[in-house]
């Protein structure tokens, strides 16, 4: 596609579910993020992939938290037993490679809020 | 681990006028990154403007350019004849030039563009 989608673009679910938030990155790039931004904070990293492995996952905050990007495209961002706490605009980047010097490219983000 | 600051929470310019947002930041790292970028209501994070750490001079374009000073780890945007659709929050972040190719974001400014 031109861009990066994300899907959904909000997402309501109750606490303890389990959810799913995809990212469609710009096709031929190989790098892959993942950010959180919670209400008045800047986005913070939770993981890239490289292709079809994760990089750095550094940025899961916990193990309810885990993504996968088995064709080295698509990746989806699994969350288990939502927290409240999860509540946040989940956003998806991508680029051509992982150095400084190529521009990520963002999606639109999923809104997902846990009540 | 990398910090970047942004005390400034809102910003307030007339239209036509130039404004000024700031940014310092905390790395022992040489070879880095830097970038700002716009975030409107849509969610999606749009490159504003990017300068590599070894280059002196400060990058400009068209009516963005940055105040890049390096050995007070500061780095400032200023956008000149602020035009309505300029008003958004705008983040500073950080890339370091290794692989460990993550964003680190401040968290934001709010520019509102006043008739």
């Known amino acids: 596609g031109a861009g990066v989608s994300q899907t959904p673009s909000n997402k309501v679910t109750e606490k303890g579910k389990y959810v799913e938030l995809r990212c469609d990155p710009i096709?031929?790039?190989?790098?892959l993020y993942w950010y959180r931004q919670s209400l008045g904070q800047g986005p913070e990293f939770l993981i890239y992939?490289?292709?079809?492995?994760?990089?750095?996952d550094s940025g899961l905050p916990n193990d309810r938290f885990f993504a996968v990007r088995p064709e080295g495209s698509v990746s989806t961002l699994k969350i288990q037993r939502t927290e409240r706490g999860d509540s946040a605009v989940y956003l998806c980047?991508?680029?051509?490679?992982?150095?400084?010097?190529?521009?990520?490219?963002f999606g639109q983000g999923t809104r997902l809020t846990v009540v | 681990a990398q910090t970047v600051t942004q005390s400034q929470p809102e910003m307030s310019v007339q239209e036509a006028e130039t404004v000024t947002l700031s940014c310092t930041y905390d790395t022992s790292e040489s070879d880095y990154y830097l970038f700002w970028y716009k975030q409107p209501p849509s969610r999606q994070m749009i490159l504003v403007i990017r300068q590599e750490a070894y280059k002196q001079q400060n990058a400009t374009e068209n009516r963005f350019s940055v105040n890049f000073q390096k050995a007070a780890k500061s780095f400032s945007l200023k956008i000149s004849d602020s035009q309505l659709g300029d008003a958004a929050m705008y983040f500073c972040?950080?890339?370091?030039?290794?692989?460990?190719?993550?964003?680190?974001f401040g968290t934001g400014t709010r520019l509102q563009v006043t008739l």
């Open positions: 972040a950080f890339q370091g030039g290794g692989t460990a190719s993550k964003l680190t």
């Open positions: 096709s031929g790039h190989t790098a």
């Open positions: 980047a991508s680029s051509l490679s992982v150095r400084g010097n190529t521009e990520a490219f």
């Open positions: 992939f490289q292709g079809t492995g994760a990089a750095d």
